[in-house]
């Protein structure tokens, strides 16, 4: 009997085995899908990934696989063994690592259909010259059908090829049904009429939703600067004995704002298609791949492929289905899931902006960071990684420090702009002598409205959507809250709501107080829409655009956002962090940062890391072009160090203080950290699992562990939240460390009241 491994797409641990019918033994074999019964009533598709005769316990009943749905793998060796690496380093089962990589099409049998198009092709009356004339003079009498088909004639070229229709067939052009209609001007009848007639034939045809339009231009790759070239050099694939002569084929690209890190990129990848090699090129936000794709486009043209979560399901599966076939994109252009697709000869892998939170995935497992796998992605197929940034992270730039990456810096703007100059206002000492009363300080709106007189534009960035943060009572002090999270609704003015951001739970703004009456509820803090109400007010002749979570949420939103500001159709622009990522707009010359504090004040060992990198991003965003940029950075505290680095865009500075910190209280770099988090309905069941946890875990931890506690947010959902947290050192072995992790759980996990207890775990939180 032939049996089969498969993984299913379900949170639990192992592999599960089917036998095999005589009638699918000839097609089944590692890496195709299979569609098998699971429990009762359910069915899944599941992947093979051992075929084999070893029959199984004879106490346990094996079920039938019920069909097999590939004619070859849909997945690569090396990809397994990165899920592999991904459920054994993240803690999570390969079945979280199934349903997160392979796109949802391919994880039902209904989802995907391929594209059809109609398509028309000359009828079987008018096969030779004579029978086309014939065709001509019976169509006299019908103008309309004889425009349609000599408008097929010209778009066809068979107008030109003398009728030689079989003699010529591939030169004739392939012409679509919609496109006939269009060039005529006629309806779909007519054309009906002359398929009755056989003198025209319809033929449906798959047709792929990717673009494959654009030949490559490598001669639109500008020069480099003198600067650039240097940097470039240093990156660029030279061999000592036959090796890439960078450290373990890693560098870290650390280039101030509009240094032109993306030219050198482009460089790379050409260097690395010349050489026959696919590049793998990761940003952390959708946003940024509209305008990238744009720059990338213009030179790799139909090489380019882009993958995110914001294109169809169906183009998804598209371009999964072309990264197999013979002829694969040479470049992928994409957020943190593009780590997934199939790479067949993968040799550069570019992570930009590299310090950006956003490649790490939070909820659901696998909790994996992007620039983690990529470069072990890289590891195994030999590839070259470059991390490129203007605020390199911490353990990046502790790398570079000890060697194991090579440091490759940029200093100087591109044409040498200047840097922005950064005026720190003290909103704290302004509210206290009544010159500020709102979140415009009079230096900022002096600025902005500068700005717009000169026909410029300007960035306001608040770290907050929604229109207050807090609603409350001014009577009794009562504030709505979510009934299922330990946290209070956001008030979204557009839809008049109150909005839970953790579960999404969602009220009618009341008009009154519902525990005493009162009508007067006031709004505290501000978010991006109201930032919004109070910009309009303002500035009544801007032209403004938000962009936050809010007004992002289809794919085409970012593009029309993005495109906009470009064009200067608006000319202010209010968003959260989406716009401190790397976006390039010309005319920018005011970017105001509204509050500093709520990024400084985060209860996160790394909120002075984040705030640095944010801050220094969104600065970089005034100025790019033509003459200097002015940020005005508001904050109650201007006495910190952090703003001194900050406004001095001393990144050195601040990285020496905070090394400094983190080696005194064992933080990465200097120590790896897990989080483990225990959640359920039942509060007092919740504690006690975690006590209990705790107390096994520093039998094999001692004091590196931590907790239990709550996190900020101790709900979510309906459900408790602890929290345990695992201080290492670097040098302890990582198998064993899981291993005494999973072998506490399981011991805690046997005491039938823990049955419907959640654990679950994040490796290197950010």
């Known amino acids: 009997m032939l049996y089969v491994d498969v993984i299913l797409p379900v949170p639990l641990d192992g592999l599960f085995t089917y036998s095999v019918p005589a009638e699918w033994e000839g097609r089944v074999q590692p890496f195709v899908r299979v569609v098998v019964p699971f429990g009762i009533t359910k069915t899944h598709i599941a992947l093979v990934v051992r075929v084999h005769r070893d029959a199984p316990d004879s106490d346990i009943k094996i079920k039938p696989i019920i069909s097999v749905l590939d004619a070859s ?70 103008p309309k059908q004889l425009e349609v088909f000599t408008t097929y004639l010209k778009l066809s070229g068979l107008d030109s090829l003398q009728f030689t229709v079989h003699s010529s ?60 070239q240097k940097a470039f050099e240093q990156l660029s694939l030279s061999t000592v004995n036959g090796k890439p002569s960078t450290v373990n084929g890693l560098s870290l690209l650390h280039g101030v704002t509009s240094s032109g890190k993306t030219e050198i990129y482009i460089h ?33 043209g139909n090489r380019l492929g882009i ?10 599966v598209e371009i999964w289905q072309k990264q197999l076939s013979s002829e694969p994109y040479d470049v992928i252009l994409g957020a943190r899931s593009a780590v997934f697709l199939p790479y067949q000869r993968l040799g550069l892998v570019i ?17 994996y960071h992007a620039r983690s796998v990529a470069m072990m992605m890289a590891q195994w197929a030999k590839a070259r990684v470059v991390l490129g940034t203007a605020t390199p992270s911490a353990e990046s730039y502790y790398n570079a420090m000890q060697g194991k990456y090579r440091l490759v810096e940029l200093k100087q703007r591109y044409k040498d702009l200047q840097l922005p100059k950064i005026t720190v206002v ?42 207050s943060l807090i609603v409350e009572c001014h009577q009794c002090g009562w504030s709505p809250r979510c009934p299922h999270c330990d946290v209070a609704l956001t008030h979204h003015k557009t839809t008049n709501t109150l909005t839970c951001h953790y579960c999404g739970y969602t009220m009618r703004m009341p008009q ?5 009456g009162n009508a007067d509820l006031c709004n505290r803090g501000a978010g991006t829409e109201k930032v919004e109400d109070i910009i309009a007010a303002t500035f009544p002749n801007a032209r403004v655009a938000r962009m936050d979570l809010d007004t992002t949420r289809t794919r085409n939103a970012y593009e029309r956002i993005i495109a906009e500001f470009s064009s200067g159709k608006t000319n202010l622009l209010i968003g959260t962090q989406m716009v401190t990522k790397g976006l390039d707009f010309d005319n920018v010359s005011v970017v105001g940062i509204l509050s500093a504090d709520t990024m400084l004040n985060q209860p996160d060992f790394r909120a002075y890391e984040h705030a640095f990198m944010m801050m220094t991003q969104v600065a970089g965003r005034a100025g790019r072009k033509g003459r200097r940029g002015q940020v005005i950075l508001q904050t109650s505290r201007p006495d910190l160090p952090v703003i001194s680095h900050i406004v001095n865009n001393n990144f050195e500075a601040f990285f020496r203080s905070l090394m400094k910190e983190r ?23 919740v504690n006690s699992a975690a006590i209990e946890l705790g107390s096994r875990l520093r039998q094999s931890f001692a004091d590196r562990v931590l907790g239990p506690d709550k996190p900020s947010v101790s709900r979510i959902k309906s459900l408790y939240i602890r929290k345990l947290v695992l201080k290492l050192e670097t040098n302890l072995s990582i198998s064993a460390t899981r291993a005494a992790i999973r072998q506490a759980v399981a011991a805690m996990m046997q005491d039938a009241r823990y049955k419907s207890l959640l654990v679950y775990y994040d490796v290197d939180p950010v």
């Open 73 to 142: 793998p849909v997945l690569l060796p090396q990809q397994y063994k990165l899920w592999q690496w991904i459920s054994n380093y993240y803690m999570c089962p390969l079945g979280d690592v199934l349903v997160a990589a392979l796109p949802q099409g391919m994880k039902k049998t209904d989802s995907y259909r391929p594209k059809m198009e109609t398509y028309i092709r000359i009828g079987e009356n008018c096969r030779n010259e004579r029978s086309i004339h014939n065709a001509l003079d019976m169509l006299c009498r019908s």
């Open 268 to 300: 790379l990848i050409q260097e690395a298609i010349d050489r026959g090699e696919q590049v793998m090129y990761l940003l952390p936000e959708i946003a940024l791949t509209v305008q990238m794709t744009q720059r990338l486009q213009h030179v790799f």
């Open 307 to 316: 993958y995110h979560s914001k294109y169809s399901d169906a183009e998804r």
């Open 663 to 685: 080696k005194a209280f064992r933080y990465p770099p200097f120590a790896r950290l897990i989080y483990i988090y225990l959640k359920h309905k039942d509060e007092s069941l």
């Open 426 to 467: 003290n909103t704290k000492d302004l509210y206290r002598r009544k010159i500020m009363r709102g979140i415009l300080s009079p230096q900022l709106e002096q600025a902005i409205r500068e700005a717009l007189g000169r026909g410029e534009q300007a960035i306001v960035f608040q770290n907050r959507r929604g229109f």
């Open 169 to 228: 067939q591939s030169t004739v052009k392939e012409v679509t049904r919609e496109e006939l209609i269009n060039a005529s001007h006629a309806t779909t009848p007519i054309v009906k009429a002359l398929v009755d007639k056989g003198f025209l034939m319809l033929y449906d045809k798959e047709v792929g939703r990717l673009n494959t339009e654009g030949e490559p231009h490598p001669e639109r790759i500008k020069p480099l600067s003198e600067a650039q």
């Open 351 to 367: 992570i930009d902006e590299e310090h950006e939170t956003s490649f790490k995935q939070q909820d659901p497992a696998p909790r």
């Open 512 to 516: 009154a107080c519902p525990e005493c």
